[in-house]
């Protein structure tokens, strides 16, 4: 257990870590050494005098110091080759300057460790179904849609990735270092019928060893191992991941199924069936929360879920360097900004629950000033305290919640049943852009925090106005944070879907392709009640970064220009390189790209383009690791067509269903480079 008494970590300490040069493995140096005879002459010659005693080797120059890194980016790919539009593409460099005045430069690939349903090593001597499905007993989910042709379900949408290493990891077959990746699958798009399976199967989580070669930096894939999940009644659609600073695989739940329809979701009944074998038994109160997986020096893992950090849209979560504080997007319309200060360092099992209220003026303009915030405290509880909640409590104990019905114009009008809130005490809120009418059941505030944290948060008087708030990363040394938002529209447009007054955020217009967003942290913060808000790393202001641009479609059918960010999702930053790695899931762009942001030079550069219908997921940069530099990249339901694509899909369907096996497949791996892994220090 964390020591409760321990002084939370500073920004000095943090920064120190994360200036210190890497370690790089270093190859033995042979030293040439006189061999002497015995101690004396042989017989009728004069004794031989001893060798002189060899001067001392000199001492190794000290290595070049890193100074910087600089990206030059790609083109984006077209139809005049249109195989590299139907694959992962890379055509960057990176370039790491010293302080010597020499340069290293990098020429960029890609390299996966499998493409999903590839069998690959179980690390006992057989193989297992890579991101294949699993029940709660740990039985294959069988797909048996086409009579003939039945097998085991297997994700086409891996996402959040952590790359991580243990002092004391021991997994047989590795020969040279041993390293450790998690792996999520958030769902998977179809089964072989060609029916949706969106959201109906339980997401697995895959602990991967793999095989650092010292020389070179290489990562292969040694074991893959399938976490048990029956302990956290299986998982909702996992989406983006950290790595938490004490090296934990933080995950998510998102779109959180709604408690107080759940009678009428098919999609939750499909997966309770899939997950228990019982249309009734899974819980919606047991989804939306925050799983996190620990991996086991031999390269096992678990999980536990956390309930108490609120049940939201979970996205990519952020841990602040005092092991306490976590920002989070919530990837729903209508979402919030959410905070959580947990009571003890490493340990996100109790703590307290905040959201966001703006002030007037809130801008995408990246010129135009930060618009201050303030948070409102929800509530605290403990992890336990909330999973029992939800084991005794139905929504009907919680709140009353009345939805709007549409007309025939689509336009939401107050409902004659069950009940006609006009009577003053039901509050009009909006959930996904839909009016609903809601009023809380006496004393349920706790439960009404942390499991219908929407509801409310809105009744609480939050900016809940964000149209899908996704990855999250936070700049050290800066102090600042940073929030994807994938589109800004609707909730955040004047007079948009699901806009309201109060919420103080109201845009003059939409902008489809979507930005990110920065926030500046500090100390000394008070909430709404104003009580002391027990962290130095709370976000105060916030400004835009980076923002796509709205285009009428061109020549490939782009609607956002393809040479700007277009719906940023995975966010990470890395402190040495001074750079924001941006991925997109995009409707916009008919390739989605991954892109390098350095926010010193403000250069945009294009690391590489997914296949087409593909979104960028599983990002995760590592300044060192062992020495060597990664940038963990996934991609996810590559040929996911839509009337975007009409006038590439002809060409590149056939293409991208003999790369990925005819659409089902996906790709886990990472940026490697000719002729090694890139690092972000020299050898003497």
């Known amino acids: 257990m964390p020591d409760a008494k321990a002084p939370h970590a500073s920004r ?79 055509g960057s460099t990176l370039k790491i300057a010293f302080d010597d005045g020499s340069a290293q430069e990098f020429r960029l690939a890609y390299q996966p460790f499998f493409i999903t349903g590839d069998a690959v090593p179980d690390g006992k001597g057989g193989t297992i179904l890579s991101g294949g499905y699993y029940d709660i007993q740990n039985q294959p989910i069988i ?125 939750f009944t499909a997966y309770s069936t899939n997950v228990f074998g ?7 109160y047991h989804y939306g929360h925050l799983p996190e997986v620990t991996v086991n020096p031999d390269g096992t893992g678990s999980v536990k879920k956390h309930y108490c950090l609120g049940r939201i849209s979970h996205e990519l979560i952020q841990v602040m360097p005092d092991m306490r504080t976590a920002i989070m997007g919530d990837d729903f319309t209508n979402g919030g900004f959410f905070m959580f200060v947990a009571d003890k360092a490493k340990d996100l099992s109790a703590g307290t629950l905040y959201v966001a209220r703006y002030d007037a003026g809130y801008s995408i303009d990246p010129a135009a000033a930060a618009t201050k915030l303030s948070w409102i405290k929800l509530g605290h509880a403990t992890s ?66 942390f499991l219908e944290t929407h509801r409310y948060a809105n009744l609480k008087g939050a900016s809940m106005a964000f149209t899908k708030m996704e990855g999250t990363t936070v700049n050290i040394k800066d102090k600042v944070a940073y929030s994807a938002l994938q589109n800004i529209q609707d909730s955040m447009v004047k007079n948009g879907k699901g806009w309201t007054v109060d919420t103080n955020v109201a845009l003059a ?28 790393w709370v976000p105060t202001q916030t400004r835009a970064l980076i923002v796509g641009e709205d285009i009428t479609a061109d020549a490939l059918g782009n609607t956002s220009n393809p040479d700007r960010i277009g719906n940023p999702d995975n966010l990470k930053f890395s402190e040495k390189m001074r750079t924001l790695f941006i991925g997109e899931d995009s409707g916009s762009h008919i390739n989605n790209f991954l892109w390098a942001y350095n926010i010193d030079t403000k250069k945009l550069s294009r690391l590489l383009s997914v ?70 220090s020299k050898k003497a």
């Open 12 to 90: 000095r300490q943090a920064l120190k870590l994360l200036s210190a040069a890497p370690m790089l493995p270093l190859g033995g140096i042979a030293f040439l050494t006189a061999c002497g005879g015995g101690g004396g002459g042989s017989a009728g010659f004069p004794p031989i005098a001893p060798a002189p005693a060899p001067a001392p080797a000199p001492a190794p120059a000290p290595a070049p110091g890193y100074v910087s890194a600089e990206f030059t980016g790609m083109a984006a790919p077209s139809l005049s080759k249109p195989e590299a539009m139907a694959t992962t593409t890379v």
């Open 143 to 267: 797909d048996r849609s086409v009579a003939g042709k039945e097998r085991q379900f297997f994700s086409d949408a891996p996402d959040g990735t952590s790359l991580l290493v243990l002092p004391d990891a021991k997994v047989p077959g590795v020969k040279g270092n041993t390293v450790f990746a998690v792996v999520q699958f958030e769902y998977t798009t179809r089964d072989q019928g060609g029916a949706s399976t969106y959201g109906v199967l339980p997401s697995p989580i895959a602990v991967l060893t793999l095989d650092q070669d010292p020389a070179t930096g290489k990562l292969s894939l040694v074991k893959y191992h399938n976490v048990d999940m029956s302990g956290a009644h299986g998982l909702w659609i996992t989406c983006g991941a950290s790595l938490s600073p004490w090296g934990t695989h933080l995950s998510s739940e998102e779109y959180e199924p709604d408690a107080t329809t759940i009678a009428a979701n098919a999609q």
């Open 278 to 284: 019982d249309p009734t038994k899974a819980n919606p």
């Open 384 to 449: 336990a305290e909330v999973e029992a909640l939800a084991d005794s409590l139905t929504a009907a104990d919680i709140v009353d919640s009345v939805f709007a019905v549409q007309d025939a114009n689509k336009n939401d009008v107050i409902p004659l049943a069950p009940v006609t809130p006009v009577d003053g005490s039901y509050t009009l809120v909006f959930m996904d852009g839909k009016a609903n009418w809601i009023k809380l059941k006496p004393g349920m505030e706790k439960a009404a925090a």
């Open 509 to 536: 217009k939409k902008l489809s392709a979507g930005g990110v967003m920065a926030h500046d942290l500090a100390g000394g913060q008070k909430d709404s009640d104003g009580a002391a808000i027990d962290s130095d």
């Open 611 to 680: 296949p087409a219908g593909g979104e960028s997921t599983g990002l995760h940069a590592v300044d060192e690791l062992n020495g060597w530099t990664y940038i963990m990249s996934n991609f996810q339901h590559a040929g996911d067509w839509s009337a975007l694509h009409a006038k590439v899909q002809p060409t590149l369907d056939p293409l991208v269903r003999a790369n990925y096996k005819d659409r089902f497949g996906a790709a886990v791996g990472y940026l490697t480079a000719d002729p090694m892994q890139p690092r972000l």
